[in-house]
T-cell receptor, first 114, second 109 residues
Framework: AAGVIQSPRHLIKEKRETATLKCYPI?????VYWYQQGPGQDPQFLIS???????DKGSIPDRFSAQQFSDYHSELNMSSLELGDSALYFC?????????????FGEGSRLTVL | DAKTTQPPSMDCAEGRAANLPCNHS???????VYWYRQIHSQGPQYIIH???NNETNEMASLIITEDRKSSTLILPHATLRDTAVYYC??????????FGTGTSLTVIP
């Protein structure tokens, strides 16, 4: 079965650079969630989208922005990168209309800021 | 938004039941409790969720206290592959799912 696809899997950037992470949800899933997990930390909710509209906002820095496109894929844009942005970024998807209580997570994108 | 608290770590002998507690004393009456686990640095994996009644699936059982202030995830026969960080999640008012502090479960041979 198709899973949530995240790209790139690994990314290395310098401080003050910009990075873009992509998330392709499971087909027919209409909701996407982004999480950030720092080293040794628990996943922190950043933002979610439903039907291409921002649904909820968590602890997403102002330097970050995200959107969901017409094909339901989502992109997380991070600017003016800081060392503290080094983390695993997870995307998850779900289908609101047939909600089973399950978020389907991708394998994550590891961002390293040097 | 409801917060969850869990013990930071637990050990369990292989083949025995692992009982993982979660405190969610601020949960509201219509909020579900969700359990996920994360093996190493992989994406979190759904285990089970419940509202009031106890729930069971092929992976685990979930026991929720009558006052809904706490719950226990039960892995009936823990295997080495169950070694992971187990999270009890709460849901915010919309599409927000918050991870708790997690319990690092180590299954010992």
């Amino acid at each position: 079965a198709a899973g949530v696809i995240q790209s790139p899997r690994h990314l290395i950037k310098e401080k003050r650079e910009t990075a873009t992470l992509k998330c392709y949800p499971i087909p027919r899933h209409d909701t996407v969630y982004w999480y950030q997990q720092g080293p040794g930390q628990d996943p922190q909710f950043l933002i979610s989208f439903y039907e291409k509209m921002q649904s909820d906002k968590g602890s997403i820095p102002d330097r970050f922005s995200a959107q969901q496109f017409s094909d339901y894929h989502s992109e997380l844009n991070m600017s003016s990168l800081e060392l503290g942005d080094s983390a695993l970024y997870f995307c998850a998807s779900s289908d609101r209309d047939s909600w089973t209580g399950e978020l389907f997570f991708g394998e994550g994108s590891r961002l390293t800021v040097l | 938004d409801a917060k969850t608290t869990q013990p930071p770590s637990m050990d369990c002998a292989e083949g025995r039941a692992a009982n993982l507690p979660c405190n969610h004393s601020t949960i509201s009456g219509n909020e579900y409790v969700y359990w996920y686990r994360q093996i190493h640095s992989q994406g979190p994996q759904y285990i089970i969720h419940g509202l009031k009644n106890n729930e069971t699936n092929e992976m685990a059982s979930l026991i929720i206290t009558e006052d809904r202030k706490s719950s226990t995830l039960i892995l009936p026969h823990a295997t080495l592959r169950d070694t992971a960080v187990y999270y009890c999640l709460s849901r915010g008012t919309g599409n927000q799912f918050y991870f708790g502090t997690g319990t690092s479960l180590t299954v010992i041979p």
